[in-house]
């Protein structure tokens, strides 16, 4: 009589997983599948500056190497980027070097006038732009000695 009952209770709990094994592969599929319908429907909105990297235009390259020249790792990624980036680097790299020509010329003036608060303040913010915080914040403490109200309406 207690065979039965420990067949029962065995036939039981190999019920009760297999119920839950099947659970878990219904689950298992259903995500599956979202992925694969939401892979489908994203792929068939695929921006233009893929189509025109794909075209392979220089213009998209230069874009998107702009944007992405700041981080520390884009370099890393491949070869090919750093031999296109050396390819279009004046491009690429314009706004940096003239915004380092802008600091230059300002500097030249800020020594015939050292009193100037325009010309310190435009330091601050071609510093800050250079994201060199500390140097910027030198020239702004600067210009607020001069005038302590610059750069309060403005956004910092």
């Known amino acids: ?30 995500v599956l599948f979202m ?15 893929y189509f025109s990297l794909l075209r392979g235009e220089d213009a998209m390259l230069v874009e998107i190497f702009q944007k992405g020249k700041e981080s520390p790792y884009f370099l890393r990624l491949f070869p090919e980027v750093n031999e296109k980036m050396a390819e279009h680097e004046s491009v690429i790299y314009a706004d ?11 500097k030249q003036s800020l020594e015939q006038n ?5 010309l310190l303040y435009a330091l601050y913010i071609l510093y800050k732009q ?3 915080r500390d ?22």
């Open 1 to 30: 009589m207690s065979s039965k009952k420990s067949k029962q209770k065995s036939n039981s709990n190999d019920s009760l997983l297999s119920w839950l094994t099947h659970i878990g592969l219904s689950i298992t599929y259903g």
């Open 35 to 49: 992925f694969l319908i939401a892979n489908i429907l994203y792929s068939q909105f695929m921006p233009d500056q």
């Open 96 to 106: 940096t070097h003239q915004r380092r020509s802008q600091i230059d010329i300002i």
């Open 114 to 118: 050292p009193e100037s608060r325009d």
């Open 130 to 132: 250079e994201g060199q």
């Open 135 to 156: 140097r910027a914040q030198e020239y702004l403490d600067r210009a607020r000695q001069i005038d302590p109200t610059i750069g309060l309406s403005s956004e910092e």
